[in-house]
């Protein structure tokens, strides 16, 4: 079955070491994006890409990279300057590069929990 | 102001009865506008789009009021299964149509 696939589900790191969150999808989507959801907040984009070796930063992009290799992957780096990075952290697609999220809905992973102390 | 805005909840309802809520956007410049649903610790998953004229889907309608700004979601004979968070998303096309998300309503439905 085609999706999206966030691993790990569950995620501990100590305060000031990089970590690194897997997202894969086999949907042959174009689009790729990062948000992270907090109690009590909607969800926020971090980074997006639209096509491979492209990538734009998002509203809250301090403290986070990504790259986009390959269509399938865009793995998201939390690096020891995100102040506060324990949260919810949701992969998402979509079909096409096409703007309009009438005509390309969104479609998730899992999500991975970071916890860090 | 935030730029899309629900009451937060919880809503406790009777199983069967009818519910409905409420998201105010800020940008009169907002094009595209859903409904997901997120389970406790789940992903959202997209419920149901929201279209100019309202639109119906089974048990659910979705109504925007362009006038008010403000987009609604009806929920009728409401289930058990029916207990989650509802997130209200707004695109507009002077911000790239990037997908701005509301906080979310609880619903808990009580037998």
């Known amino acids: 079955d085609g999706g999206i696939t966030q691993s790990p589900k569950y995620l501990f790191r100590k305060e000031g070491q990089n970590v690194t969150l897997s997202c894969e999808q086999n949907l042959n989507h174009d689009a790729m994006y990062w948000y992270r959801q907090d109690p009590g907040q909607g969800l926020r984009l971090i980074y997006y890409s639209q096509i491979v070796n492209d990538f734009q930063k998002g509203d809250i992009a301090e403290g986070y990279s990504v790259s986009r290799e390959k269509k399938e992957s865009f793995p998201l780096t939390v690096t020891s300057a995100q102040k506060n990075p324990t949260a919810f952290y949701l992969c998402a697609s979509r079909p096409s590069t096409d703007l309009n999220p009438y005509n390309s809905p969104l479609h998730f992973g899992n999500g991975t929990r970071l916890t860090v102390t | ?111």
């Not at chain 2, 009865?17 to 094009?31: D, G, H, I, L, R």
């Not at chain 2, 649903?37 to 929201?50: G, I, N, T, W, Y």
């Open chain 2, 1 to 111: 102001r935030k730029e899309v805005e629900q009451d937060p909840g919880p809503f406790n309802v009777p199983e069967g009865a009818t519910v409905a809520f409420n998201c105010t956007y800020s940008n009169s410049a907002s094009q595209s506008f859903f409904w997901y649903r997120q389970d406790c610790r789940k992903e959202p998953k997209l419920l149901m789009s929201v279209y100019s004229s309202g639109n119906e889907d089974g048990r659910f309608t979705a109504q925007l009021n362009r006038a008010s700004q403000y987009i609604s979601l009806l929920i009728r004979d409401s289930k058990l299964s029916d207990s989650a968070t509802y997130l209200c998303v707004v695109t507009a096309w002077d911000s790239n149509y990037q997908l701005i998300w509301g906080a979310g309503t609880k619903l808990i439905i009580k037998p």
